[in-house]
């Protein structure tokens, strides 16, 4: 079956920083890919999308490339803040089937950025 | 517009106890979606309606029920509540699969005694 694979956490860094987040994957079709953000005491919001390989997912400074040949989606950003002190999901959902849209989740990264 | 909300926001229970989890959507989506989510483990699909009048099993359905009551409310029933059962549970509404966006409610955070 479908699988996401996060790096390990937590991760800890000084505001400025560069972030990575690696997230690998295991599908049997072509999936759409995701990255969620969960903010403390919050429900998820969706971060970055990508929906077929090469494609690059953008949103508030923060990147992600559907990568098929090494099946992966990592978050970056290069320079991190305070507030984007949260916690990560990897997704993916498969297309078309009976697929219905269901995401498999990686386990989650927690980010602290310190001052 | 109100997204998805969820009702109640904590409840704890006792072992054996039997309670509903409710979720409603304001945005006309079709699917529905309960997930839960423990320390380590991101979250899993438990029960799922890909429209009004059907529901199916996710990943870890075992000790659970489910109601799609109309298109907007989707339920979600314990009927013997385990410890094991003490997690955060998340509703989640999709237009259809080509949108592929899930949206999310902000969660109930259950405890079993």
């Known amino acids: 079956g479908d699988s996401v694979t996060q790096m390990e956490g937590p991760v800890t860094l000084s505001e400025e920083a560069f972030l990575t987040i690696n997230c690998t994957y295991t599908a049997t079709g072509y999936p759409s890919l995701f990255w969620y953000v969960q903010y403390p005491g919050e429900g998820l919001q969706l971060l970055l999308k990508a929906t077929k390989a090469d494609d690059k997912g953008s949103n508030k400074g923060f990147e992600a490339t559907y990568r098929k040949e090494t099946t992966s989606f990592h978050l970056e950003k290069g320079s991190v803040q305070v507030s984007d002190s949260a916690v990560y999901f990897c997704?993916?959902?498969?297309?078309?089937?009976?697929?219905?849209?269901?995401?498999?989740f990686g386990q989650g990264t927690i980010l602290t950025v310190h001052p | 517009n109100a997204g998805v909300t969820q009702t109640p926001k904590f409840q704890v229970l006792k072992t054996g106890q039997s309670m509903t989890l409710q979720c409603a959507q304001d945005?006309?989506?079709?699917?529905m979606y309960w997930y839960r989510q423990d320390p380590g483990m991101g979250l899993r699909l438990i029960y799922y309606s890909a429209s009004e009048g059907t529901t199916d099993k996710g990943e870890v359905p075992n000790g659970y029920n489910v109601s799609r009551l109309n298109k907007r409310e989707f339920s979600l029933r314990l009927e013997s509540a385990a410890p094991s059962q003490t997690s955060v549970y998340f509703c989640a509404s999709l237009l259809d699969r080509g949108t592929d966006t899930q949206y999310f409610g902000p969660g109930t955070r259950l405890t079993v005694l």
């Open positions: 945005m006309n989506h079709n699917s």
């Open positions: 997704a993916l959902s498969e297309s078309g089937g009976t697929s219905y849209g269901k995401l498999t």
